[in-house]
C-alpha cells in the first residue's frame, strides 16, 4: 500500500491536537478522522494556518507518521506522553512522530514553489512526495531542525471548550 502525506487547514491551534510532548514526541489525535485513518508510517501530515490560528496560510506544523494505534493502545503504550487526553476528546487512532517541526506561533509563508499546498477550505487533501521533499528542503534550508521551535497559537481555547477540541474550516 503507497503512503500518502496530507494537508489540512487548522482553524485554532491549542496544543491539543498536535499535541508536542517533547521536541522528539508529536501526536495527533482527535482532530482529522479521516487523516487520522488512513495516514500510515513514512506519510506526511501538514497543518496550515486558517483565520482563527491568527497565522492563515502558514505552516504551523508539518510531521512524518511514526505509528497510527487505537486510542486505547497509545494510552497503555505512552502513558505519560497521553496524559493530556481524556476520552471524550480521543479520537480512535493516534498518529506518532519522532520526525516532526512544530512552529505554532512561529508558523512561516511557504515558499512560492509550495504556495499550492494551501488548502483554504474545511476538509484536508493529499500531495506528493515531491511537494514533501520540497518542505523538507526548505525548512532544512532556513535552519529549522525537527522538534518545537513555537507555542501554541490559541492555548486557552482548548479550556473553554470540553466538546470540540479541534475543528478545521
Request: charged share 25%.
Amino acid at each position: 500500500m503507497m503512503t500518502k502525506n496530507y494537508v489540512y487547514r487548522m482553524d485554532h491551534d491549542t496544543g491539543f491536537a498536535p499535541h508536542v510532548y517533547s521536541n522528539e514526541f508529536c501526536s495527533l489525535i482527535g482532530c482529522k478522522p479521516l487523516i487520522e485513518k488512513h495516514a500510515r508510517p513514512g506519510g506526511w501530515v501538514i497543518g496550515i494556518g486558517g483565520n482563527g490560528t491568527h497565522k492563515p496560510d502558514k505552516l504551523i506544523y508539518a510531521m512524518k507518521v511514526a505509528e497510527n494505534i487505537p486510542f486505547e493502545q497509545f494510552k497503555k503504550d505512552y502513558p505519560k506522553e497521553s496524559k493530556y487526553l481524556v476520552s471524550q476528546h480521543a479520537g480512535k487512532n493516534v498518529l506518532i512522530s519522532h520526525e516532526f517541526y512544530y512552529l505554532g506561533d512561529e508558523a512561516i509563508d511557504l515558499p512560492q514553489g509550495l504556495k499550492h499546498i494551501v488548502i483554504k477550505y474545511h476538509g484536508c487533501k493529499c500531495i506528493t512526495d515531491e511537494d514533501v521533499a520540497k518542505l523538507s528542503e526548505h525548512l532544512i534550508s532556513k535552519g529549522y531542525r525537527h522538534g518545537k521551535t513555537g507555542n501554541p497559537n490559541n492555548p486557552t481555547l482548548i479550556s473553554q471548550s470540553s466538546s470540540e477540541p479541534c475543528r478545521t474550516l
